[in-house]
């Protein structure tokens, strides 16, 4: 599903099936009252979220870390193919304004498979350094417990 080539040294891939349709992963992804409750990582809490769900639209998040700092993330969707395909971006601010210290882009698929959907998320970076400092701050442990925690919160609504 996703036309972009994988590449080891700049990027970060995460790809699980999970046994979640599409349609629900993509309701938690889109709808911030859906997304807070599982973004990110326990202890850390989603405290806030915005969502314009169209290229050049707006995908804010607010985190809080254990001892009460928040992180605001802003950027901006590149894609949205409804049920299928998000791909978004911190390097452009919504309506694609240029922004300093852009970290990475996403893409996250959820493709149907029988009993689910094949989860996959990219994290593509500008150079190695980028996907060094991201793999260091724990995406791949902190991507699959997002993703752990996605399934759960997606299966009580």
């Known amino acids: 599903m996703t036309a972009y080539k994988i ?13 979640v349709p599409p349609e629900l992963v993509w309701k938690v992804w889109t709808e911030p009252k859906h997304l807070m409750p599982w973004f990110t990582p326990k202890p850390w809490q989603t405290v806030d979220c915005e969502i314009d769900l169209r290229p050049g639209g707006i995908f804010r998040t607010v985190m809080r870390s254990p001892e009460g700092k928040d992180m605001d993330n802003a950027g901006c969707y590149l894609e949205v193919v409804q049920n ?10 919504p309506g694609y304004r240029p922004r300093d210290g852009g970290f990475f882009t996403a893409f996250v698929t959820m493709e149907p498979v029988k009993g689910g959907t094949k989860y996959t998320a990219i994290a ?34």
Not at 138 to 148: E, I
């Open 7 to 19: 590449d080891p040294k700049l990027d970060l891939v995460l790809e699980r099936v999970i046994d």
């Open 84 to 93: 299928r395909k998000l791909v978004f971006t911190d390097a452009l601010l």
């Open 124 to 157: 593509m970076h500008k150079d190695e350094a980028g996907r060094k400092t991201h793999e260091d701050m724990g995406f791949h442990s902190g991507w699959n417990t997002a993703l752990d925690q996605l399934v759960a919160y997606a299966k009580t609504i």
